[in-house]
C-alpha cells in the first residue's frame, strides 16, 4: 500500500529565514514524488516532482526538495522564507508500478511566515 | 485560458436528494479525477479517468458515480446525498495518463444537511 506522512499539521517561521516542511513515504517499489501548494479558497498547484534522477529537485517560487530513498523522505525547503509563501502544502506520491493514475496525498501542513 | 473549471462553487443539499458536480477542462488532458479534501485528511481520490470512455474507482468511491463521455467534461454525481459527503470537491486534470502535474479547479464546497 501506498502512504503519505506530513508529521507536522503546521510550522511556522520567521520572514527571512530558511523554511522546511517534511513529508516521509511508504511504496512499494520507487516512487514518483510530488509536492503541491493551497493557498486559501483556491485549488491546489503544483510545485515541483521527483521522478529520477538529481535527488535535488527545484519547482516553482523558489522551492526545492530533496529525495532521500534510504530515510524514505522527500521534505521540501526554501532558502529564505517570504510572507507569501504562507498556506497548505502537500506532498503526493505514487508508485511506478501501480494502476495509472492513482496519486496519493499526505494530510497537509500549514506554513505561516511572520514578518 | 480558463484550465479546469467546476460548477456550482457551494451547494447545500439535504439528506437523500441527488447532484451533479460539473468539471469542464480545456487543456485537452487525458487524465481527470475527483478528490475530496476533509480537514485533518488531506486530499482523497474518489474516482479517476484515463480517457475517454474510462474510468476506476480511487479511495473513496461509494455513493458516488462518474462518466467520461467526451475528454473535456467529467461530472461527479451524487446518487443520495449523506451528511458523510460534506465536504470540499477538488476536479484536477493532467495531460498524460500517469496524472502526474495535476491542474486543479478553484473546488465545491458541498453541505449535506
Known amino acids: 500500500a501506498q502512504s503519505v506522512a506530513q508529521p507536522e499539521d503546521q510550522v511556522n517561521v520567521a520572514e527571512g529565514n530558511p523554511l522546511t516542511v517534511k513529508c516521509t513515504y511508504s511504496?512499494?517499489?520507487?516512487?514518483?514524488l510530488f509536492w503541491y501548494v493551497q493557498y486559501p479558497n483556491r485549488g491546489l498547484q503544483f510545485l515541483l516532482k521527483?521522478?529520477?534522477?538529481?535527488?535535488l529537485v527545484k519547482g516553482s517560487y523558489g522551492f526545492e526538495a530533496e529525495f532521500n530513498k534510504s530515510q524514505t523522505s522527500f521534505h521540501l525547503k526554501k532558502p529564505s522564507a517570504l510572507v507569501s509563501d504562507s498556506a497548505l502544502y502537500f506532498c503526493?506520491?505514487?508508485?511506478?508500478?501501480?494502476?495509472?493514475?492513482?496519486?496519493?496525498f499526505g494530510r497537509g501542513t500549514q506554513l505561516t511566515v511572520w514578518p | 485560458n480558463a484550465g479546469v473549471t467546476q460548477t456550482p462553487k457551494f451547494q447545500v443539499l439535504k439528506t437523500g436528494q441527488s447532484m451533479t458536480l460539473q468539471c469542464a477542462q480545456d487543456?485537452?488532458?487525458?487524465?481527470m479525477s475527483w478528490y475530496r479534501q476533509d480537514p485533518g485528511m488531506g486530499l482523497r481520490l474518489i474516482h479517476y479517468?484515463?480517457?475517454?470512455?474510462?474510468?476506476d474507482q480511487g479511495e473513496v468511491p461509494n455513493g458516488y458515480n462518474v462518466s467520461r463521455s467526451t475528454t473535456e467534461d467529467f461530472p461527479l454525481r451524487l446518487l443520495s446525498a449523506a451528511p458523510s459527503q460534506t465536504s470540499v470537491y477538488f476536479c484536477?486534470?493532467?495531460?498524460?495518463?500517469?496524472?502526474?502535474?495535476?491542474?486543479f479547479g478553484s473546488g465545491t464546497q458541498l453541505s449535506v444537511l
Open positions: 484536477a486534470s493532467s495531460l498524460n495518463r500517469e496524472g502526474e502535474k495535476l491542474f
Open positions: 487543456m485537452n488532458h487525458e487524465y
Open positions: 503526493a506520491v505514487r508508485d511506478r508500478g501501480s494502476t495509472l493514475g492513482r496519486l496519493y
Open positions: 479517468s484515463v480517457g475517454a470512455g474510462i474510468t
Open positions: 521527483y521522478i529520477t534522477g538529481d535527488n
Open positions: 511504496v512499494s517499489g520507487n516512487p514518483y
